[in-house]
């Protein structure tokens, strides 16, 4: 009758046909799983630094403020 590789392939064919709906879906899945994965394994790569390393600073957008600014807007509102 039927061999055990063509069971296997007929099954195969079987499930492509029943499940081509969700194959794309699944697909895409998979894409943003992988993703998530590769930037969290970079996230724990970047936090690891070595003993006599320190990691870079942050940067965070602000305004600068001279000395002498500073002063005259203490005398301001003092005023």
Same mark, same amino acid.
């Given at each position: 009758?039927?061999?055990?590789? =063509? ?15 969700? &194959?794309?879906?699944?697909?895409? $899945?998979?894409?943003? $799983?992988?993703?998530? &994965?590769?930037?969290?394994? %970079? ?9 006599? =390393? ?20 203490? %005398?301001?509102?003092?005023?």
């Amino acid at each position: 009758m039927f061999g055990l590789s =063509e069971l296997a392939i007929i099954l195969i064919i079987v499930i492509a046909v029943l499940a081509a709906k969700k &194959l794309p879906e699944l697909a895409r $899945s998979a894409g943003k $799983s992988a993703r998530i &994965l590769k930037a969290e394994a %970079r996230a724990m790569k970047e936090q690891e630094t070595p003993a006599g =390393e320190q990691a870079a600073p942050r940067v965070i957008q602000g305004e600068t403020i001279t000395p002498a600014a500073q002063d005259s807007d203490r %005398r301001q509102g003092q005023g």
